[in-house]
């Protein structure tokens, strides 16, 4: 019985796939006809750079199973690979800093997603391009009139809304970031946040806020994909990329505009150390004999268990390492308004001092059940004294 | 001689829900301070241990039974057979009377206010005020429920109670609301079991008794 279930099971799971396989290869005929041509040959760039074929099929393996895809959706994936450099980007630049490019950018050895990154067609990034002032001005004209609705904006930085937005101006005609942002937005066939700033607004939007700095999507009031962390890891925006090119559209999104299959669990759920948590063996303080065996970082002030994110599967630098497995506890950064729910980084989030003071929540509760048990006594001996002399005190209906 | 007479106060469903709510919030409170104070276990390997998965697991499980339990109790104020009392929890709205209540409350006067319905003044808005107490920590345990366990069940109710989790901030927001509703309930049972033996005391009527056999002495022709 069970077995005949699960061979039904089976079949209906690989006809779902093979036809999500047959969309697959439509789509990504249809974006090798309507992408701008490659500026290089792809396999060229990977021999350029040392990549050896071995090495990409590794990555492809990764991806596909990041992606929450079967094996065979491999090549499929490779094949979106070859077109990611040709998909038009424009990257703005908000209140940041710059980190997320950093880490996008950035590595001891060049991994297939830093390549990818590398060469991808940067219509547009302040930081990278070698135009300045004017020049650069042209640039992003030009893009948004090659491409129009076609091109990806990419945004990293949170825009500030407080005196008009005036809290952020930039290029050579000084218009502010809120402008410039919908002037681009509205152009581009998707908005991709890069980083908690723009998805959320992060530490620039932290209490209090005075530039009254936001998220892309709540200044906007766009809808915004959110590559949520701080930084980000590349592998969630290269992921989401592919998959628009490899299914024609978004990925499932949660309530909070990140893609389900990078930010669907937490990082409680995929940690290493959790069986310690699970065991009751806690890091109690830093450098002492729970630290050396690796145990739970909860009480040090772990904030895997209210995360979202997928850190712990896919690692950074080259999945060489992550927060938690180099000894700290996680910091929650891929959440929303996490520099004041987070608080205090290094312990538990019941011990945020209140209202700017010294006291936590449990020191007033206790002051309070104190205060009550202190109360009930002087109240029973009051009671005691006035009721003293009396018979009976009737309950009147 | 004076006359006592019995009368049933409390139905049997009543008093089971408030016994078995109150094991298990006491239950939960225990519980729930240790996954927010966890002490390390130093002694013997990890595969042999799993006292905080144990303890979730209680907790949880309490939890769902207060989850249900409080359904039934909205259900018994609505359609108990023996007293639906859902008009009682309106008590307080009678402002002269919840004056007279506080008077007698503070030993100010010594003319107890009229009792008119099943629950004076200050109890209707005690007890209306934990069940809505109860309310916002099931809904908060319920996100934290499905955040943490993805199959069954919990996966099911995870979608239902997900934007609550968005409105409230995200997780550690609704983990630090629970927590502080904690103290709520711990402040609650110190004042309720302290009035329930004062009402014994002072009317001599066998209120904490009642919740036991439901029945109370009145004294008198009525
Ligand atoms: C009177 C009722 C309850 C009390 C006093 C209580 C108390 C607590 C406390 C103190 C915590 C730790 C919070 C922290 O770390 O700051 C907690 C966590 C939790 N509670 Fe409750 N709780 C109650 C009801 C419930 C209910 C009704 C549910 C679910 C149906 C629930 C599910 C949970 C879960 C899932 C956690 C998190 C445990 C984890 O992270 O694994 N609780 N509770
Ligand atoms: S270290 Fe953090 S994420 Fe890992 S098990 Fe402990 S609390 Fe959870």
């Given at each position: 019985?069970?077995?005949?279930?699960?061979?039904?099971?089976?079949?209906?799971?690989?006809?779902?796939?093979?036809?999500?396989?047959?969309?697959?290869?439509?789509?990504?005929?249809?974006?090798?006809?309507?992408?701008?041509?490659?500026?290089?040959?792809?396999?060229?760039?990977?021999?350029?750079?040392?990549?050896?074929?071995?090495?990409?099929?590794?990555?492809?393996?990764?991806?596909?199973?990041?992606?929450?895809?079967?094996?065979?959706?491999?090549?499929?994936?490779?094949?979106?690979?070859?077109?990611?450099?040709?998909?038009?980007?424009?990257?703005?630049?908000?209140?940041?800093?710059?980190?997320?490019?950093?880490?996008?950018?950035?590595?001891?050895?060049?991994?297939?997603?830093?390549?990818?990154?590398?060469?991808?067609?940067?219509?547009?990034?302040?930081?990278?391009?070698?135009?300045?002032?004017?020049?650069?001005?042209?640039?992003?004209?030009?893009?948004?009139?090659?491409?129009?609705?076609?091109?990806?904006?990419?945004?990293?930085?949170?825009?500030?809304?407080a005196?008009?937005?005036?809290?952020?101006?930039?290029?050579?005609?000084?218009?502010?970031?809120?402008?410039?942002?919908?002037?681009?937005?509205?152009?581009?066939?998707?908005?991709?946040?890069?980083?908690?700033?723009?998805?959320f607004g992060n530490v620039q939007a932290a209490k209090p806020n005075p530039t009254g700095a936001v998220?892309?999507?709540?200044?906007?009031?766009?809808?915004?994909?959110?590559?949520?962390?701080?930084?980000?890891?590349?592998?969630?925006?290269?992921?989401?990329?592919?998959?628009?090119?490899?299914?024609?559209?978004?990925?499932?999104?949660?309530?909070?505009?990140?893609?389900?299959?990078?930010?669907?669990?937490?990082?409680?759920?995929?940690?290493?150390?959790?069986?310690?948590?699970?065991?009751?063996?806690?890091?109690?303080?830093?450098?002492?004999?729970?630290?050396?065996?690796?145990?739970?970082?909860?009480?040090?002030g772990?904030k895997?268990?209210y995360?979202?994110?997928?850190?712990?599967?896919?690692?950074?630098?080259?999945?060489?390492?992550?927060?938690?497995?180099?000894?700290?506890?996680?910091i929650g950064?891929?959440e929303p308004n996490f520099w004041d729910t987070m608080a205090p980084l290094e312990k538990p989030i019941q011990d945020a001092t209140i209202g700017g003071g010294e006291a936590t929540v449990d020191h007033i509760a206790m002051g309070l059940t104190v205060a009550t048990?202190a109360g009930?006594?002087?109240?029973?001996?009051?009671?005691?004294?006035?009721?003293?002399?009396?018979?009976?005190?009737?309950?009147?209906? | 001689?004076?006359?006592?007479?019995?009368?049933?106060?409390?139905?049997?469903?009543?008093?089971?829900?408030?016994?078995?709510?109150?094991?298990?919030?006491?239950?939960?409170?225990?519980?729930?301070f240790?996954?927010a104070f966890?002490?390390?276990?130093?002694?013997?390997?990890?595969?042999?241990?799993?006292?905080?998965?144990?303890?979730?697991?209680?907790?949880?499980?309490?939890?769902?039974?207060?989850?249900?339990?409080?359904?039934?109790?909205?259900?018994?104020?609505?359609?108990?057979?023996?007293?639906?009392?859902?008009?009682?929890?309106?008590?307080?709205?009678?402002?002269?009377?919840?004056?007279?209540?506080?008077?007698?409350?503070?030993?100010?006067?010594?003319?107890?206010?009229?009792?008119?319905?099943?629950?004076?003044?200050?109890?209707?808005?005690?007890?209306?005020g934990?069940?809505?107490l109860?309310?916002l920590i099931?809904?908060t345990?319920?996100?934290?429920?499905?955040?943490?366990?993805?199959?069954?069940?919990?996966?099911?109710?995870?979608?239902?109670?997900?934007?609550?989790?968005?409105i409230l901030g995200g997780l550690a927001s609704v983990r630090y609301i629970h927590h502080v509703l904690t103290w709520a309930f711990v402040l609650f049972?110190?004042?309720?079991?302290?009035?329930?033996?004062?009402?014994?005391?002072?009317?001599?009527?066998?209120?904490?008794?009642?919740?036991?056999?439901?029945?109370?002495?009145?004294?008198?022709?009525?």
């Amino acid at each position: 019985m069970a077995h005949q279930k699960s061979a039904q099971y089976d079949r209906v799971v690989r006809k779902q796939y093979r036809e999500l396989m047959d969309r697959c290869k439509v789509n990504l005929d249809r974006m090798d006809s309507e992408l701008p041509p490659p500026v290089e040959d792809f396999q060229d760039v990977l021999k350029d750079r040392g990549v050896s074929r071995r090495s990409f099929i590794k990555w492809t393996s990764i991806m596909t199973g990041a992606l929450m895809l079967p094996p065979m959706f491999k090549p499929m994936v490779a094949r979106a690979a070859e077109q990611f450099s040709r998909v038009p980007v424009v990257w703005l630049h908000m209140a940041e800093c710059t980190g997320c490019s950093e880490a996008l950018l950035r590595t001891s050895y060049p991994n297939i997603d830093d390549i990818l990154l590398d060469t991808i067609s940067l219509e547009y990034h302040e930081t990278l391009m070698a135009a300045a002032g004017d020049q650069a001005e042209q640039c992003l004209e030009k893009a948004l009139h090659d491409f129009p609705g076609k091109f990806v904006c990419v945004v990293e930085g949170a825009i500030p809304l407080a005196m008009g937005g005036k809290y952020l101006t930039l290029g050579p005609k000084g218009k502010t970031g809120l402008q410039l942002a919908r002037e681009v937005t509205s152009k581009a066939a998707m908005t991709i946040c890069i980083g908690s700033c723009s998805a959320f607004g992060n530490v620039q939007a932290a209490k209090p806020n005075p530039t009254g700095a936001v998220g892309v999507g709540q200044a906007l009031g766009i809808e915004t994909v959110n590559i949520a962390g701080c930084p980000p890891n590349p592998n969630n925006f290269v992921g989401t990329i592919l998959h628009c090119l490899m299914f024609g559209g978004l990925p499932a999104l949660d309530g909070l505009g990140r893609p389900v299959w990078a930010y669907g669990k937490r990082i409680h759920d995929y940690c290493e150390r959790r069986p310690h948590y699970d065991a009751g063996e806690f890091v109690e303080e830093w450098g002492d004999d729970g630290a050396k065996k690796g145990w739970c970082l909860y009480k040090v002030g772990c904030k895997g268990p209210y995360t979202f994110a997928n850190c712990g599967r896919i690692r950074f630098n080259d999945a060489i390492s992550w927060p938690i497995m180099a000894g700290h506890g996680c910091i929650g950064c891929t959440e929303p308004n996490f520099w004041d729910t987070m608080a205090p980084l290094e312990k538990p989030i019941q011990d945020a001092t209140i209202g700017g003071g010294e006291a936590t929540v449990d020191h007033i509760a206790m002051g309070l059940t104190v205060a009550t048990v202190a109360g009930i006594a002087a109240h029973a001996g009051a009671t005691a004294w006035v009721h003293r002399d009396d018979k009976d005190t009737a309950n009147k209906e | 001689m004076e006359n006592i007479v019995p009368k049933k106060e409390w139905s049997v469903a009543i008093r089971y829900n408030h016994w078995i709510m109150a094991f298990s919030i006491f239950a939960l409170i225990v519980t729930g301070f240790y996954i927010a104070f966890p002490f390390t276990l130093t002694q013997g390997e990890t595969v042999n241990k799993f006292f905080m998965g144990n303890t979730r697991g209680v907790h949880v499980f309490f939890g769902v039974i207060l989850l249900f339990l409080f359904v039934w109790r909205l259900y018994l104020a609505a359609f108990s057979r023996f007293h639906a009392d859902w008009k009682d929890f309106f008590a307080w709205t009678d402002i002269n009377n919840t004056v007279k209540q506080i008077k007698f409350y503070l030993l100010v006067s010594k003319e107890p206010p009229a009792h008119k319905y099943l629950y004076g003044p200050l109890q209707s808005l005690a007890y209306g005020g934990l069940l809505f107490l109860v309310l916002l920590i099931c809904l908060t345990g319920l996100i934290l429920m499905g955040a943490g366990y993805h199959a069954g069940w919990t996966a099911l109710i995870y979608p239902v109670v997900k934007p609550f989790e968005i409105i409230l901030g995200g997780l550690a927001s609704v983990r630090y609301i629970h927590h502080v509703l904690t103290w709520a309930f711990v402040l609650f049972i110190i004042v309720h079991v302290y009035m329930a033996f004062w009402y014994d005391v002072i009317f001599k009527e066998g209120t904490v008794s009642s919740m036991i056999s439901g029945v109370v002495f009145r004294k008198g022709d009525h």
